[in-house]
């Protein structure tokens, strides 16, 4: 499930779809995730691939409510060296010919959006809804100086990164150098995130 498109380093212009790790309900469900007995668990494994490469995984662990209803999927991975956790709440719709569809509940505050697909925007550590998604882009882009922007994308381009989540060391590049770069890199990725959450508040969960 999933599915993520390698969009050549471009993201900082701009992110698109293609450009964000995605999870989509309908996948879920298609993994007999979400056909579940009262209270039950049930344990899936996302993974993103491109031309062979994988990009990340993530662990999803649906919780069924007494009456075996998904109640909520919760989210583990690693962003960036760092462990995530945290719950994303689902809701139903009576479908025209009977049974129910699903879908989940953005979890940044004040959206709750009823949405089928999640992603992981370029900027920021949590799944939420394409519509928060667009608004972090517009948010880091404009608190960052174009000055802070021209140098992160001129360290992306250096560690020749197609993926927002990091990459591998380019085979030309000492590891000294490729450790300093990085560091720089994620320095500023945690400047854009500080700001993207003073201004969206999203709820984080423990890891
Ligand atoms: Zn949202």
Request: glycine share 10%.
């Given at each position: 499930m999933g599915g993520f498109k390698s969009g050549r380093r471009r993201w900082l212009s701009g992110p698109s779809e293609a450009q964000c790790l995605g999870l989509s309900v309908f996948a879920l469900k298609r993994t007999k995730a979400l056909d579940l007995e009262p209270e039950e668990v049930c344990r899936r494994?996302?993974?993103?691939?491109?031309?062979?490469?994988?990009?990340?995984?993530?662990?999803?662990?649906?919780?069924?409510?007494?009456?075996?209803?998904?109640?909520?999927?919760?989210?583990?991975?690693?962003?960036?060296?760092?462990?995530?956790?945290?719950?994303?709440?689902?809701?139903?719709?009576?479908?025209?010919?009977?049974?129910?569809?699903?879908?989940?509940?953005?979890?940044?505050?004040?959206?709750?959006?009823?949405?089928?697909?999640?992603?992981?925007?370029?900027?920021?550590?949590?799944?939420?809804?394409?519509?928060?998604?667009?608004?972090v882009y517009a948010v880091t882009r404009m608190r960052l100086s174009q000055r802070l922007l021209r140098r992160v994308e001129k360290i992306q381009n250096r560690l020749g990164w197609s993926n927002p989540l990091g990459g591998e060391r380019p085979k030309r590049m000492h590891t000294p150098t490729f450790a300093k770069l990085v560091d720089l890199y994620n320095r500023y990725f945690r400047l854009a995130v500080q700001k993207f959450y003073e201004q969206w508040g999203i709820k984080t969960g423990e890891p």
């Open positions: 494994t996302s993974v993103w691939e491109s031309a062979g490469q994988s990009f990340g995984s993530v662990g999803l662990t649906v919780e069924a409510d007494p009456q075996g209803r998904p109640a909520l999927v919760w989210l583990s991975y690693e962003y960036r060296g760092t462990p995530v956790r945290y719950a994303i709440q689902f809701t139903s719709t009576r479908c025209n010919y009977g049974g129910v569809r699903w879908w989940f509940i953005c979890p940044v505050v004040g959206c709750g959006r009823r949405v089928a697909k999640l992603y992981l925007p370029p900027v920021g550590n949590h799944f939420i809804c394409r519509h928060c998604a667009r608004l």
